[in-house]
């Protein structure tokens, strides 16, 4: 296996762990009966609220608010660990690839602190109920920034263009939720959905991402060999 390719397969297993947080998110919201969890409605921090409480008129009691709490650690360590060996991958030898990086491993910062903050009555009492929202602000903002500028940077690149006309895509969408998310505004779908469309586009580049990393160095692997059979081949 060439080190390109090790690099890639090393960068997609780490990744991948993003499922991770898509399967605590599921079971923490399924865990939910009084009431029901409103995936349309409801924020996702809601999940690691850790008292049972009622909020601006909204009940919230999360039974599993530690699986969820963790699942942002997961999320935010697997975020900024990916991005600093994604960028030297895709962008290799060229310097647009710090801003990208700087604002995607802040955006892993960001989520990982959401779960160290998450919110709960004690942390409001406390007046620190801000450190929640700064950090989840960071998390959506430079995580969507970043994942448009490396699409857009990607976009003169032969081999990556598909790839950054996806993750451009789904980078701008994660910008404008994240707009619509500060205007409240839920074009009638549900704020907790205006959320979901800014921080989706987060995981859908991090599994996502994991994924087409795989797939790259399997290709690459199969090339080599290939390459490899033919000059033994020819030798003889």
């Given at each position: 296996?060439?080190?390109?390719?090790?690099?890639?397969?090393?960068?997609?297993?780490?990744?991948l762990?993003?499922?991770?947080?898509?399967?605590?998110?599921?079971?923490?919201?399924?865990?939910w009966?009084d009431?029901?969890?409103?995936?349309?409605?409801?924020y996702?921090?809601d999940?690691?609220?850790?008292?049972c409480?009622?909020?601006?008129g909204?009940?919230?009691?999360?039974?599993?608010?530690?699986?969820?709490?963790?699942?942002?650690?997961?999320?935010?360590?697997?975020?900024?660990?990916?991005?600093?060996?994604?960028?030297?991958?895709?962008?290799?030898g060229?310097?647009s690839?710090?801003?990208?990086?700087?604002?995607?491993?802040a955006?892993?910062?960001?989520?990982?602190?959401?779960?160290?903050?998450?919110?709960?009555?004690?942390?409001?009492?406390?007046?620190?109920?801000g450190?929640?929202?700064?950090?989840a602000?960071?998390?959506i903002?430079?995580?969507?920034?970043?994942?448009?500028?490396?699409?857009?940077?990607?976009?003169?690149?032969?081999?990556?263009?598909?790839?950054?006309?996806?993750?451009?895509?789904?980078?701008?969408?994660?910008?404008?939720?994240?707009?619509?998310?500060l205007?409240r505004?839920?074009?009638?779908?549900?704020?907790g959905?205006?959320?979901?469309?800014?921080?989706?586009?987060?995981?859908?580049?991090?599994?996502?991402?994991?994924?087409?990393?795989?797939?790259?160095?399997?290709?690459?692997?199969r090339?080599?060999?290939?390459?490899?059979?033919?000059?033994?081949e020819?030798?003889?």
């Amino acid at each position: 296996m060439g080190r390109d390719a090790r690099r890639e397969r090393t960068a997609g297993l780490v990744l991948l762990l993003g499922f991770v947080y898509l399967a605590l998110e599921a079971i923490t919201a399924a865990a939910w009966i009084d009431p029901p969890y409103d995936w349309a409605r409801n924020y996702i921090s809601d999940l690691g609220f850790s008292d049972c409480a009622v909020v601006d008129g909204t009940r919230i009691c999360s039974p599993l608010h530690p699986l969820m709490n963790a699942a942002f650690l997961v999320q935010g360590t697997v975020f900024a660990a990916g991005a600093l060996m994604v960028a030297p991958i895709v962008l290799r030898g060229r310097r647009s690839r710090v801003p990208v990086t700087v604002l995607l491993v802040a955006s892993g910062i960001g989520t990982f602190f959401v779960g160290v903050f998450h919110q709960s009555l004690a942390l409001s009492a406390a007046g620190l109920n801000g450190l929640h929202v700064l950090a989840a602000f960071i998390a959506i903002a430079a995580g969507d920034i970043g994942i448009a500028l490396l699409g857009g940077l990607l976009l003169s690149d032969a081999e990556w263009r598909g790839y950054g006309v996806a993750i451009l895509v789904i980078g701008v969408v994660g910008v404008l939720g994240g707009l619509l998310l500060l205007a409240r505004a839920d074009l009638g779908l549900g704020l907790g959905t205006t959320e979901r469309i800014a921080v989706y586009p987060l995981n859908g580049w991090t599994v996502g991402t994991g994924v087409g990393l795989l797939v790259t160095s399997y290709r690459e692997v199969r090339r080599a060999r290939a390459r490899a059979a033919r000059t033994a081949e020819e030798r003889v």
